[in-house]
């Protein structure tokens, strides 16, 4: 079964000079997208940093500010994919997806984890658009000029968007570029669902319903995004399927409990609105199937809960539909 995954956070590496061909210790890299029968990877540049303006704590050496980060990181990624050039080719469509199946290969497409670096500027959505960014996720884990993260706290939690960031989901309908809801309020959400003239997606996101988390969906959200026509991929950290007590113990994902989740999203917003948003590379769960390599044990596993047509459309149908619907062509 080919597969088109969301969300993950390898690009990262790319900034930090490993390589997608050979590339070991990660969830992914061109070998393992290959063993798992890949179509399309969406590779998303993660912008690390806090309201400080400091980069977010990480190993290594300190980060540049946002905007220098961003640039650095996009020009790693076009060059890993100049240098695999034989086996992916960035898409900018879904066009070019299926053209780059036809040939044999597969494809990546770029979103943006965090709009940080838009900066309250307009015309650096459209600076995103010519850099071939095609999803962006609105904020990460800070307040920036579009909106607010997700929170504990549920008077935070239920603050909108700012009025750029109405501007920019406005803009990026126009563009054709997918406005990402992972990651931001709940009170951001209700205003894409108000403003958004066409179908979102929740790139790597879970159900409230089951693990009671403010980075997953509730029930309301989930109705609401299916009503839109958009998609939701399943996050594989264990803190978003499941309570997370004992990290030595609870810090593992099964594929019964993607599945459970796959199924729950499925019944609340539609089988046209579920997907894979794995995030690879940005989570450090221990993971029943591996990494991408054995992604299709994953996809045995929904056999149980799901027929032939329905699991079609969660390994790469509705992404393709929901791209479709978004680009345009």
């Not at 930090?16 to 798992?36: C, D, P, Q, V, Y």
């Not at 790597?204 to 939701?232: F, I, M, P, Y």
């Amino acid at each position: 079964m080919r597969i088109a995954d969301l969300h993950c956070d390898t690009i990262m590496r790319f900034y930090h000079g490993e390589h997608l061909r050979g590339m070991e210790n990660s969830h992914i890299s061109l070998e393992k997208l290959k063993a798992g029968e890949w179509m399309v990877q969406c590779f998303a540049i993660f912008v690390p940093w806090n309201p400080s303006g400091k980069p977010s704590r990480r190993p290594g050496p300190a980060l540049p500010p946002p905007a220098e980060y961003f640039e650095l990181a996009y020009q790693a990624y076009l060059r890993e994919m100049e240098l695999c050039k034989d086996e992916i080719l960035p898409a900018y469509s879904v066009e070019d997806v299926e053209k780059n199946y036809a040939a044999g290969k597969m494809s990546s497409i770029l979103t943006v984890e965090d709009g940080v670096t838009l900066d309250g500027k307009i015309e650096n959505v459209d600076e995103y658009y010519k850099k071939g960014v095609r999803m962006v996720a609105l904020t990460w884990n800070h307040e920036n000029s579009l909106g607010y993260p997700q929170s504990s706290d549920p008077q935070e939690h239920m603050r909108g968007l700012k009025p750029f960031g109405i501007d920019a989901v406005r803009r990026m309908n126009e563009l054709g570029i997918a406005v990402d809801t992972s990651h931001l309020s709940e009170g951001g959400f209700w205003d894409v669902v108000k403003h958004t003239t066409k179908p979102f997606i929740a790139s790597h996101s879970c159900a409230r319903a089951l693990c009671d988390v403010g980075r997953d969906l509730t029930d309301e959200q989930l109705k609401a995004l299916g009503n839109k026509g958009g998609v939701v991929g399943v996050n594989y950290l264990a803190g978003f399927l499941h309570p997370v007590v004992d990290r030595e113990k609870d810090d593992y994902t099964s594929v019964e409990e993607v599945v459970r989740h796959l199924r729950h999203m499925a019944d609340v917003a539609g089988i046209e609105s579920v997907a894979f948003g794995s995030d690879y590379d940005g989570m450090g769960s221990k993971l029943e199937w591996g990494d991408a390599s054995g992604q299709q044990l994953l996809v045995k596993g929904l056999e149980k809960s799901f027929t032939p047509d329905e699991i079609e459309k969660i390994c790469y149908k509705n992404v393709l539909r929901v791209f479709k619907d978004i680009i345009g062509k």
